[in-house]
């Protein structure tokens, strides 16, 4: 089945918020979620979302200022047991402790460290060269030349890569990558085949220890190789910690920037004002993007486990329950962003939470940037406007907000 073929749409403006399950995919799907998240922050800042027949409840807080108190608090709300709902209501994340995303403390503070030194802007300086240079060469493939699938066409080729290059995955690898990724994180099928995705993320997993396994023997400058080679932290990285880190980064490195690629690419189909503000060069690039980001919020969510009772606005979050920042919400709250349901190219500021905040905030910040500032500027350069040619398809996710298909045509300019 085919998201929006059966599913009745909710009916945002009617709906009894607390009856909406936020831990179903067929939620996000044909919602108004302008008006949801509207509704969310005015009415129930701190929601809890009633459990399931087969699965617990969990708090969602909508409002800007608590998910990033929220964000920033991992000494009460901890990362270790899960950081996005599939994990969370599990009870369990079998990487925690050991991937970057869901180990806290002291340990998580020295990964980081060592992960940041191969994703500082200065070593991502030429990085971002290479990005530049695929992305137009991508383009250039695609327009003038008909109709196309921007997801498939375009923008599925370019994280992939970059991330590819900076781990040395071998070229002919790549491609299995994103299929499992996508069969892990975005699937456009409500069919759930667990079994299937159990294995993707399996398949990943054994990829990753024989390609860390072949680091240790021929070691390169490359970041699986600097983890394999790591000396100064207080124990050298497990295989296990090595094997669930490179999974993260595959994972994170391809999908959201994927989806915020696409995502821009469709807004500014629909949107001629921002278009020709665009290619007439009336924006920065790098504003644009910022904007891109908080428009497509790509994570819709994050979350952790409250690890002592905690106060929050009026309710009590009681220490071991699940709570969830709902990032698609905060980066359109008023209070914060001015006209928020204005897509603005020239937003400034622009301190959206598209890569969380505190703590954990997003490792891959800077090359996500990069992906979506490549595309802009390729836009701008080389097409002289984008005609959708069919319908978008949606995810099947609670987490991954985005396309996975996008039927355009780009005239050449
Ligand atoms: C963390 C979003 C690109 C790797 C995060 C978090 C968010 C996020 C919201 C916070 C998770 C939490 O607090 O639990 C995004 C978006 C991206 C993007 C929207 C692109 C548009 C990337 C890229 C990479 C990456 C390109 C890898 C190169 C990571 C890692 C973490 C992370 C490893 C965990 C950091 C930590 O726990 O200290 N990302 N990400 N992400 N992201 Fe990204």
């Known amino acids: 089945m085919t998201i929006g073929s059966s599913i009745p749409a909710l009916d945002a403006a009617a709906a009894d918020l607390a009856a909406v399950d936020l831990a179903d995919p067929g939620t996000f799907i044909g919602t108004d979620l302008t008006a949801l998240w509207g509704r969310f922050r005015a009415e129930r800042p701190v929601h809890w979302n009633a459990p399931g027949p087969d ?3 969990f708090w969602a807080v909508s409002r800007y200022e608590d998910a990033v108190a929220v964000y920033k608090d991992s000494q009460r709300f ?4 899960g950081n996005v709902l599939a994990t969370l209501l599990q009870g369990h994340d079998s990487a925690s402790g050991k991937m970057l995303a869901v180990t806290d403390g002291e340990r998580h503070r020295e990964i980081r460290k060592l992960m940041l030194t191969s994703f500082s802007p200065r070593v991502l300086g030429r990085v971002a060269e290479q990005v ?7 383009f250039e493939g695609v327009v003038g030349r008909g109709p196309l699938d921007f997801a498939a066409d375009v923008a599925d080729h370019i994280p992939i890569n970059t991330i590819g290059d900076l781990m040395n995955v071998p070229q002919e690898d790549r491609q299995k990558l994103v299929d499992w990724n996508t069969q892990t994180l975005s699937r ?11 294995l993707a993320r399996n398949e990943i997993l054994l990829y990753f220890s024989a390609l860390a396994a072949e680091r240790r023997r021929k070691p390169g400058d490359d970041v699986i190789s600097a983890m394999v080679n790591a000396t100064d932290l207080t124990r050298p990285l497990s295989e296990d910690e090595i094997v669930f880190n490179c999974y993260s980064l595959i994972l994170g490195a391809d999908e959201s920037s994927r989806m915020s690629s696409i995502g821009a690419v469709l807004e500014l189909s629909r949107n001629p ?6 290619i007439n060069g009336d924006v920065a690039i790098e504003t644009a993007a910022e904007e891109v980001l908080r428009w497509t919020t790509p ?3 994050f979350g952790r486990r409250a690890v002592t009772d905690v106060v929050l606005r009026d309710q009590v979050i009681r220490s071991g329950d699940i709570m969830t920042m709902w990032n698609t919400a905060a980066n359109y709250d008023g209070a914060v962003f001015a006209d928020p349901e204005r897509f603005d190219l020239a937003r400034t500021p622009n301190r959206h939470i598209a890569f969380g905040y505190g703590p954990h905030f997003c490792l891959g910040a800077f090359l996500g940037r990069t992906h979506v500032a490549a595309v802009l500027e390729s836009l701008r350069d080389l097409v002289a406007e984008i005609r959708l040619t069919g319908e978008p398809k949606r995810l099947w996710s609670n987490f991954v907000y985005g396309y996975s298909s996008l039927p355009v045509e780009l005239k050449a300019k």
């Open 188 to 198: 456009d099928s409500a069919e759930h085949d667990e079994f299937e995705e159990l």
């Open 132 to 138: 530049r240079a695929r992305t137009r060469r991508l």
């Open 78 to 81: 901890t990362s270790a047991r």
């Open 299 to 301: 994570a819709m969510h």
């Open 55 to 57: 699965r617990p409840g």
């Open 273 to 278: 004002e921002q278009w020709n503000a665009l």
